[in-house]
Each structure stands twice: as structure tokens, then as C-alpha cells.
């Protein structure tokens, strides 16, 4: 990467320093895909190592069941998983494989639609900057739902950028779009946000209007053909994902605007480091008014998610990686700008950049058991911790459902529902989630276990109304990285009341 940081050798050197700056600089060829290969090795490494967090494996478990879609996403998650086990079997590269395919496409898409609107030099530098960004390179790591959503999204955002630049193939580009698009809403429905960019592109570039409604159409038709499954699906449960979605979204219950809108807005520049993220919305808040219809393009998609999502979250509380796509465009803006910014700027957003990859790359990279501590305090941050003790817990809930009396297991979470399924394969058949388990596994019927005694897994002691009595049966802590722990409290459950459908 192109640094220009200074060596003790270098002024006795300078010939050398320029030939290493000239082969390997930001805008050059070679370094894109150096890095491309060398980031994928080391995500594979990783990928091999961490255990996976717990969305990870509720994703898995739906995978063990196809249906044309589910609770709280639309099936392509699911479904790819299903086509990844048919190869890997029950093993972490049906979960994995597909983050770290696609973290190896995705930087070489959007390097490709940036050479179609400027020049391979700022091409390089894009794909660079979109690899290095740390919202992306994390996606390219766990298998989430915006794990092909962010492919999916590219691809769409090149088709129609092909479609409005190349007239005699634009139909076929429509088409292409459409069917990414129509991906895109299988992975994520946040794919809506794509047609509403289309609309925006309608009023930004007058010249293309005719051309990009009739395109709209086209595109807009052939996704909802392939989004079909979807709305199937939730006409047979009662538009069931779509209420969830919408009210997720959109609540408005204890909402402070004046709390959530700024959280919203610091959350919109750590995802890409404060300086790229910054320099985005900068290049893309001057790319409005460009005249340079590439530019305008690429800065109405940013806007179609950032805006969308600052108006969301005057309603509600709007998470991090919601609006992660916007700097999908906005971050080329940022190649294409990258010379204007000042030497000093440049530095500044690569080094931090380059910090925060290695160092969370680094941390990962440790032994399970080595603690990030200071004076015996963990420095652990957020979900990072979820990487860690997942087999462990799963072995201990399958040990203690030897030694209890019991005919099924009730966890307390989806997302722990997930992790032990996964790692433990023998209980999958005995699980169950009392609370909205028959809206997020319908095809379990708990009927089957009425009067029945259940195993009770909880991360703290919880109230199980489902049960005519409860019993305390103990706790255990599952230590992890010298000074954290994990404490699993177990009851029994006697006499199981099923869940109202």
C-alpha cells in the first residue's frame, strides 16, 4: 500500500523508494491484487479458526430446512448455505464459503464499475479502498444476510451502469439488473432501496429519463419474478416478514430523535474509519452537483441509502450495518477525488485505514486463549467476543441433556438456538425456542412435547411461563480468553404447555 512513510534508509536511497512507490502505489494494478489474494489467504486462515458467531448459526439451521422464506429475512442466506453443505457437508466452509467468495469478488466488481466511468489508475485505487474499508472486509468474513446483498448490490449498480453508457446492449443490461436486483431482495429487503435510487437517477440525469424509466421497468419486473418466493411465502403466513420488517424499521415507541439521528450519523462514519467515511459523504455531497453524469450516478445511490436511513432513524433506532452500501459508491467517489484531498488527508485515511485492518486482522489471528487485557481488564469489544466459546457452550448444554431426565430442549434466543444446533448436531432434532419459536421455525411442531419435561437453557436466570413448574438445576461459567466467561444457567421444565398458533 501506498504509504510514503519514510524509512531510516530512504535518504540514502531515494531511487529505491520511488521504484517501490511506482510499482506498488494505490492506483497500481499489481498492489489491488496483491492485496485481493492476500487479504482472501488470511481470511481463509480465520475463517478456519474462529468458531462461528450465533446469527451464523441460526442461518445454518435454516439451512437444514429450505422454504421459499422465513421470519426475519428472505431465504438466500438459507438457501446458499443448503448448495454449500451438497460440497463441505456439516462442516464451517457451509458457512463460510460464501463470505469468503464474495469478499474476493466484490472489491474486483467495484473496480470494474469504476473503470467504466473514469480510469484504471482510480479503478485500482477504488477496489483498494473498498477492500481495505472495514465494514466490507468484515462482511467478507461471517455469512449474514449482507454478505450477497453487498454482491448483489454491485452487480446491479454495474449492469445499470452498462445499460445507460452502452445503447445497442442496454436491454440485456436491464435484464442483468433486474435478476441482480431480484437476488438482492432474496438476500436483504433493503434491495428496495436500488429502485428507489433508479428514481432518484430519474430526476438527476434528464437527458437519460426515458431510458432509465424504461429500464426501471424492465428490471423491476424481472425482480419481482425472482423475489416471487418471497411474497408467496409471506401470503401463506399472513405477510408475516414483511410486518415484522416494517415495524423493525420504522417503530416509533420511546424513540428520542435528538438520541437516535446523531447515533445514526456517528455510526455512518466509524463504518467506514472517520476519514474515509467523512470524505465520502464530502465527494459525494459535491458529486450532486457535478455535472459528470458518472458521478452524479454513483452519488445518488449513496444518498438513496444514506438519506433513507437518516430519515429512518428519526423514527427509530437504525443499525449499524444498515446503511453499509452507501459507501459502496461513495467510497469510489472517494478514488475518483482521492488526488484533490492533500497529501496529509491521503496519509492520514490509508494509515488509519491500514491500523485498523491489521490490528483487528492481528487480534483475530491470536490463540484462542490469549487475552487482549490490560491489569486483568478485558479489552474485548462488542460481537467480537462471539468468535469464541460457541463449541464450548454447545458441548456443555449436550452433557448436561445426559445427565437430565428430559425429552427436549428449550433455549432462550434464537441466535443461541443457532450456535448450539450447529455444534452440536445430536440435540438439533430435541431444540426448541418457546418464545416466537413457531414464527421462526414453523415447520417444528411443539405439540409434540406437551406435558412434557424440557431442558432450560438461558444466559441468566429468566421466567419460563411455558412450563407448569420450574427447577433450578445449576449454572456454569465457560471461560474464554483468560478473563471473560460465559455463564449458562440451567432449569428444568415440567409439564410444557405448547405455544398458541
Known sequence: VYLHLRTHSEPHHPATQREFNLKFGLDKARTFWVLVIGITLWKVYLAWNLDIIQDEGYYYYWSLF??????????????????????????????????????????????????????????NRAGILLMMCPVFAGNGLVMTPDTLFALFWSLALLATCKALQQAQWANIWWLLAGLWAGLGFLSKYNMVLYFLGLGILFLAIPGKRSHIFAGGLISGIIALIVFSPVVIWNYQHDWLSFRFQLQHGFSADGIRPWETFPEYLGTLLLLATPVLGGLAIWSSIRSMASKDAGRRFLAVFFWAVAAFFGYVAVKSKVEANWAMLAFFSGIILVAADWPGYGKILRRVTVGLLVT??????????????????????????????????????????????????????????????????????????????????????????????????????????????????????????????????????????????????
Request: glycine residues 6%.
Open 66 to 123: 429450505p422454504q421459499l422464506s422465513y421470519f426475519d429475512h428472505p431465504p438466500l442466506t438459507a438457501w446458499s448455505m443448503t448448495m454449500a453443505r451438497q460440497l463441505f457437508g456439516d462442516t464451517i466452509w457451509s458457512v463460510r464459503f460464501w463470505p469468503i467468495a464474495t469478499g474476493f469478488v466484490f472489491p474486483i466488481i467495484g473496480r470494474a464499475l469504476t473503470r467504466e466511468i473514469f480510469s484504471d489508475a482510480i479503478a
Open 356 to 501: 485498523v485492518i491489521l490490528a483487528g486482522f492481528i487480534y483475530l489471528s491470536l490463540p484462542k486463549d490469549v487475552p487482549l487485557s490490560i491489569g486483568g481488564h478485558a479489552l474485548d469489544i462488542g460481537r467480537v467476543e462471539e468468535f469464541y466459546g460457541a463449541h464450548d457452550v454447545a458441548a456443555a448444554v449436550s452433557k448436561k441433556s445426559k445427565t437430565v431426565q428430559a425429552d427436549f430442549i428449550c433455549v432462550d434466543r434464537h441466535a443461541r438456538f443457532g450456535a448450539i444446533a450447529f455444534y452440536a448436531p445430536e440435540l438439533r432434532s430435541k431444540l426448541w425456542l418457546p418464545k416466537q419459536g413457531a414464527r421462526r421455525f414453523p415447520w417444528i411442531d411443539d405439540r409434540q412435547w406437551k406435558d412434557k419435561t424440557a431442558l432450560l437453557v438461558s444466559n441468566k436466570p429468566r421466567a419460563w411461563p411455558w412450563f407448569k413448574t420450574v427447577e433450578p438445576i445449576g449454572k456454569i461459567e465457560i471461560p474464554f480468553k483468560k478473563h471473560m466467561k460465559r455463564t449458562i444457567h440451567f432449569n428444568r421444565g415440567i409439564g410444557y404447555r405448547p405455544v398458541d398458533r
